[in-house]
Nanobody
Framework: QVQLAESGGGLMHAGDSLRLSCAAS????????MGWLRQAPGKGREFVAS????????DYADFVKGRFTISRDNAKNMLYLQMNSLVPEDTAVYYC?????????????????WGQGTQVTVSS
């Protein structure tokens, strides 16, 4: 079992940067691959980025490549998403999620545990 809590969302302007954090409880954080997914108003949940257990392998959705960076600190049980060059289309609720496998996934149903989400709103 793992509990996840996102923080760092807010109201931003196009071109701004923002870092989301996800705090994980429990002693199994380093055993789990992690992901960030988002859900925009009126849309389904979509993959943003994932990272494997050790942090050495990452994957990104095409629409965030070169702008977002996922990272983790296993000693602190923390997951991060650095978001640069924000655009209005990035407006969504952002969720961190965990799965009990070595590698991340771009499929939302591959994740077993989810946080409550943090709202990111980007104005033009």
């Amino acid at each position: 079992q793992v509990q996840l809590a996102e923080s760092g969302g807010g109201l931003m302007h196009a071109g701004d940067s923002l870092r989301l954090s996800c705090a994980a409880s429990g002693r199994t954080f380093s055993d789990r691959a992690m992901g960030w997914l988002r859900q925009a108003p009126g849309k389904g949940r979509e993959f943003v980025a994932s990272i494997n257990r050790s942090g050495g392998i990452t994957d990104y959705a095409d629409f965030v490549k070169g702008r977002f960076t996922i990272s983790r600190d296993n000693a602190k049980n923390m997951l991060y998403l650095q978001m640069n060059s924000l655009v209005p289309e990035d407006t969504a609720v952002y969720y961190c999620a965990a799965r009990a496998f070595q590698d991340g996934s771009n499929w939302d149903k591959a994740y077993d545990f989810w946080g409550q989400g943090t709202q990111v709103t980007v104005s033009s």
